[in-house]
């Protein structure tokens, strides 16, 4: 369709493009291009994508449909303002539909640039020469993507036109040496990239997730993203995916994108792309009820075609930028009268386009409002210089000294989709919050997705398996935190962390008080073998001259009896607060009292071994080794000297042991050299008297003392190797609580074994308690063995 209408009849080229579109005309007709075409002295081109496909196509992009009759109102408007901007001159305009595509877009800009041969329309002078005739048209407004604006702007460079893009933010397009005829009337992605980087430091997000398309739009807005994030490093990416530029096409790497992200803890979803892309990642976001926080780049910050979607509340949070808001003069109203619709504030761009194209004019043209001095012939090549010498100065005036940037915008979802812009991000870097209360009911919804902010008291932010966001992990036992995600602190010594680990308490100073049950019982066992000690004595004491008594070694018996009550003694330093006298007292006595009782016990056996032994070479000297007194004092001699020395140079002293929650107090060893040769040295004791007794089975003892002596060594071994395992694993008050038992059960063991027997003979069978009952037992037993025996 190609038509030439009079700028009278421009209000039917309106409804006739209106017609064409409301009829869902294909993006090619049957004799070219879609385009609308008014006459004028200068001509304005124009490059819009229409239509969303370029293939039969019954789709149409209302918004870009706006954009075109924003620059037919703002021609209109200009040629006839009173007074005249260009006096003696009139704008018109050759607009194209190229569907988004570059491919449309190179025909549409070749058809621009065909020379039109009326000197008196194009303006140039007969003498001009050129290696490519010179065009009408002069000027060019678009295109709205950036790939699309990046081929117009090489192929439109041939012939010096003047491009002015009032979308395509690429920062590509600033290379002035590779397109040094574009220019933009929107801020390129330089300054949007910044001002994503500066909203997401803003609301305090740590992690997010980058997907862009692989275009000059989504490529470069993903790289200075990236760039800007390692440059500011307190923001972590956690995976970014540069996707084909057509991927909404493919919904196997859509379903796949959007599980990544449904996976990923990313607080915030950048998505630098065209809004054909973004709608089948937000239906399948809707599908899978993501309820994530998404920015949205300035391509599909506004678009109805996605915040329209069914269920888009489900999808999450969505911020957007888009160029900071004004309005074109008196538009609205236009469009409210001659379609019932609706404009959007973003449309000034195209509206600022074309002032900045009659700025240029004025300015090369030398016009006033009653004249132009210039003689009105001109190429598009001075057209283009006066635009790049004062571009920014024509931007500044335009906007009547406002400073540019962009509004960030909020999808408000809680009863109909509707955008709201609360945030106004200014050129100085600077984010101005104007919304307070819709700021804070953002934040009070986003922060809750992803990334925990703050963790509970007891807990800190610590990196786990997830690349960029902090998980809250419980402090671990004797750390607190007071909450906020703070790190964890250790507790003092003296202090451990509560069970909530928000806190560090004292601990309670334990030790074994007399009032505990198993002190209790052991207390009263302990007194109790004490006044069996007595009754023993006694006993030993009315019967000493009797064969029982010189059968457990006669005297040494009782020197036995009081090695057993030192040791059923020291079982009460123990018990109560650990002091160094009591320390010094507990193991060592033990050892001493111990060794002596096993000394008197070893001198007994050599007695009844010499006593029934008839090899007169190993008789002689058996009998040299018979004297119990010696015996006694060497054996209890080794441990003596082993225990003083033990005080002397490292004796034990009080000490406690920092547990959980409390503080134990105990005794500490001192030399565990010295502890373990006292304890090895009672067991060695221990074993040969076991071995000496075991031999002495076979003897004729009628009081069976060697045998009641083998059981004793036997129980006082099997305690103490069933003891020492418990005693080494066990921790805290009960420790020293082992070791009273340990020394309890060793005292009965040989008190119960070995002495017990002998006063129930006492005092229960007197008459095996005399000389002739012994004698008859021996010689009854040598003729049970068939063994000679001498009578007396």
Not at 37 to 53: K, Q
């Amino acid at each position: 369709m190609h038509t030439c209408v009079h700028p009278r009849v421009s209000t039917m080229l309106l409804l006739l493009f209106v017609s064409i579109l409301r009829a869902f005309c294909p993006c090619s007709g049957e004799n070219g291009l879609l385009h609308a075409y008014s006459p004028g002295d200068i001509i304005i081109g124009g490059l819009f994508p229409v239509h969303r496909e370029t293939n039969r196509s019954t789709m149409y992009d209302f918004k870009s449909f706006l954009h075109t009759q924003v620059m037919i109102y703002t021609i209109r408007e200009i040629n006839q303002r009173t007074p005249r901007v260009l006096p003696d001159f009139t704008l018109g305009y050759d607009i194209y539909d190229t569907c988004g595509d570059v491919n449309f877009a190179i025909r549409a800009t070749l058809q621009l640039l065909k020379n039109q041969s009326d000197p008196e329309r194009c303006l140039v002078p007969a003498s001009f020469q050129s290696a490519l005739l010179e065009p009408q048209t002069k000027a060019v407004i678009g295109e709205r993507y950036s790939e699309v604006s990046i081929a117009i702007a090489r192929v439109i460079a041939l012939s010096s036109v003047t491009q002015i893009s009032y979308a395509s933010t690429s920062e590509h397009l600033s290379r002035k040496r590779k397109f040094p005829t574009f220019l933009r009337t929107i801020s390129s992605d330089e300054h949007q990239t910044r001002a994503i980087a500066k909203l997401v430091y803003k609301f305090n997000w740590k992690s997010v997730a980058i997907v862009g398309s692989d275009d000059e739009y989504g490529k470069y807005g993903s790289d200075n993203l990236v760039y800007i994030f390692r440059e500011i490093k307190k923001i972590c990416i956690e995976f970014i995916d540069i996707l084909p530029g057509d991927f909404y096409e493919d919904l196997t790497k859509v379903n796949a994108l959007v599980s990544k992200i449904n996976k990923s803890s990313a607080e915030a979803i950048i998505m630098f792309t065209k809004d054909t892309n973004v709608g089948p990642i937000m239906r399948e976001a809707i599908n899978q009820k993501l309820n994530r926080t998404w920015i949205a780049s300035d391509s599909w910050s506004t678009s109805s075609k996605v915040y329209q979607l069914k269920g888009i509340e489900k999808a999450g949070e969505v911020f957007g930028f888009i160029s900071k808001m004004n309005e074109v003069p008196s538009f609205k109203d236009y469009v409210m009268s001659m379609f019932n619709g609706t404009t959007n504030d973003e449309l000034y761009n195209v509206y600022l386009a074309v002032q900045v194209i009659v700025e240029g004019l004025r300015h090369l043209l030398k016009c006033d409002n009653q004249q132009c001095k210039h003689s009105g012939k001109f190429t598009a090549l001075e057209v283009q210089r006066s635009y790049l010498s004062d571009i920014f100065f024509i931007l500044y005036c335009i906007n009547n000294n406002k400073i540019l940037g962009y509004d960030i915008v909020y999808w408000n979802t809680t009863n109909s989709t509707r955008i709201e812009n609360f945030i106004t991000y200014l050129f100085p870097k600077i984010i101005h919050v104007y919304h307070v209360a819709l700021i804070l009911f953002c934040l009070s919804q986003v922060t809750a997705y992803n990334c925990s902010k703050t963790c509970a008291p007891g807990q800190e932010l610590k990196m786990q398996s997830k690349e960029c966001c902090k998980d809250c992990v419980p402090c671990a036992d004797g750390e607190f935190s007071a909450g906020n995600g703070e790190e964890c602190q250790r507790c003092s010594q003296d202090e451990f962390s509560s069970p909530q680990r928000d806190k560090c308490l004292n601990k309670t100073v334990e030790f074994l008080h007399w009032e505990d049950p198993f002190v209790i019982i052991l207390s009263c066992l302990g007194v109790f073998g004490i006044f069996a000690i007595f009754v023993f004595a006694m006993l030993f004491t009315l019967y000493h001259s009797t064969p029982i008594v010189k059968a457990v070694g006669g005297y040494l018996c009782f020197l036995e009896l009081f090695s057993l009550l030192a040791c059923f003694c020291v079982m009460f330093t123990f018990t109560g607060e650990p002091t160094r006298v009591s320390c010094m007292v507990g193991l060592p006595v033990f050892g001493l009292a111990l060794s002596l009782c096993m000394a008197c016990i070893l001198a007994n056996l050599f007695q009844i071994l010499v006593g029934f032994n008839f090899d007169l070479k190993i008789g002689s000297w058996m009998k040299k080794l018979n004297r119990p007194l010696a015996v006694v004092t060497i054996v209890f001699g080794v441990q003596l000297a082993v225990c003083v020395s033990w005080l002397y140079f490292n004796p034990p002293f009080p000490d406690k042991e920092t547990l959980n929650n409390a503080i134990v107090l105990k005794c500490d060893k001192g030399s565990d050299k010295f502890f373990i040769a006292m304890l090895g040295y009672n067991g060695f004791l221990a074993v040969s008297c076991f071995l000496f007794a075991f031999k002495g089975n076979q003897l004729p003892d009628l009081y069976k003392n060697a045998r009641l002596i083998t059981t004793s060594m036997m129980l006082f071994l099997i305690i103490w190797i069933l003891l020492i395992p418990i005693y080494i694993s066990l921790i805290g008050k009960y420790k020293r609580a082992i070791e009273g038992a340990a020394i309890l059960i060793s005292s009965y063991s040989i008190l119960c074994c070995h002495l017990a027997p002998k006063c129930y003979i006492m005092v229960f069978r007197k008459e095996i308690n005399n000389q002739h009952a012994i004698t008859e037992y021996i010689r009854k037993h040598y003729e049970q063995n068939n063994m000679a025996v001498i009578k007396s």
